[in-house]
């Protein structure tokens, strides 16, 4: 397992941007798989996106479509999701997630590691 810590968090009006990031610890960060969920009050963890140790990723959730993009600097143990265009159906907490495994078909029960959620509020 890594520690997953998130930064990045807060509030902000629609359309404006926010940058999370997820700091891992260990030595093996580079071979992780690493994603983003999300959970918004009253509703389903959903996966926003997921990324291979060598930077492929799966499709995006539908509804961040060309407004969020993932990225991670296995020098520095972290992956990024930098949100732009936020919508207020955007609030939610984002966990960050590291899995042992990679497919383009993820489910949260594969991922081992979790951070601990950090707040993103979009005011309308």
């Known amino acids: 397992q890594v520690h997953l810590v998130e930064s990045g968090g807060g509030l902000v009006q629609a359309g404006g941007s926010l940058r999370l990031s997820c700091a891992a610890s260990g030595r093996t960060f580079s071979s992780f798989t690493m994603a983003w969920f999300r959970q918004a009050p009253g509703k389903e963890r959903e996966m926003v996106v997921a990324?291979?140790?060598?930077?492929?990723?799966?499709p995006y959730l539908d509804s961040v479509k060309g407004r969020f993009t993932i990225s991670r600097d296995n020098s520095k143990n972290t992956v990024y999701l930098q949100m732009n265009s936020l919508k207020p159906e955007d609030t939610a907490v984002y966990y960050c997630a590291a899995s042992r495994i990679w497919s383009q078909d993820l489910r949260p029960t594969l991922f081992a590691s979790w951070g601990q959620g950090t707040q993103v509020t979009v005011s309308s």
């Open positions: 990324m291979s140790w060598n930077g492929v990723s799966t």
